[in-house]
């Protein structure tokens, strides 16, 4: 599993900066190996994300009930509305300027550009859920305020 990179120090022009994504379809062992290994990768650089997201569908729930007391911040977060919506409640984000994409995110852009027509959608999907999250219910002033400066994690 590739390490993602460090997070850039605070002060982007940004609203936010997407560091890595990464598509993979796992199992419920899978994921729970994949997030423990992302977050001591994190932790290793000396980050700690204020949440980790979890889709509460699939195996969500489940791997929400095996890592709450393990993960600080896990939240189950319940999509609303289509996928095709949530993209459309992101979009003007995206052409303001306000999310930039490290190096490494090769396969997010393409989904994104591919989007809706395109042969895979979770990476997008797991994508504006995180941003609409953020937007909703971190960023002071409904998105207006910065960030916080620690990543933020979103599992699918």
């Given at each position: 599993?590739?390490?993602?990179?460090?997070?850039?120090?605070?002060?982007?022009?940004?609203g936010l900066e997407v560091l890595w994504s990464q598509r993979q379809r796992?199992?419920?062992?899978?994921?729970?190996?994949?997030?423990?290994?992302?977050?001591?990768?994190?932790?290793?650089?000396?980050?700690?994300?204020?949440?980790?997201?979890i889709e509460d569908s699939a195996n969500g729930p489940a791997v929400c009930?095996?890592?709450?007391?393990?993960i600080p911040g896990l939240i189950a977060v319940r999509p609303r509305g289509?996928?095709?919506?949530?993209?459309?409640?992101?979009?003007?984000?995206?052409?303001?300027?306000?999310?930039?994409?490290?190096?490494?995110?090769?396969?997010?852009?393409?989904?994104?550009?591919?989007?809706?027509?395109?042969?895979?959608?979770?990476?997008?999907?797991?994508?504006?859920?995180?941003?609409?999250?953020?937007?909703?219910?971190?960023?002071?002033?409904?998105?207006?305020?910065?960030?916080?400066?620690?990543?933020?994690?979103?599992?699918?």
């Open positions: 599993m590739p390490s993602p990179p460090a997070p850039a120090a605070p002060g982007s022009s940004h796992l199992d419920l062992p899978g994921v729970v190996k994949f997030l423990i290994g992302t977050l001591n990768d994190l932790g290793q650089q000396g980050w700690s994300p204020d949440a980790v997201l009930q095996l890592l709450q007391r393990q289509g996928k095709l919506s949530r993209a459309h409640a992101v979009a003007p984000l995206l052409e303001a300027g306000q999310l930039a994409f490290r190096s490494g995110n090769d396969a997010l852009q393409s989904e994104l550009l591919g989007f809706p027509h395109g042969a895979h959608d979770d990476l997008v999907d797991a994508f504006c859920q995180g941003v609409i999250w953020l937007e909703n219910r971190h960023w002071p002033a409904g998105g207006r305020g910065a960030p916080s400066s620690r990543p933020l994690l979103f599992s699918r």
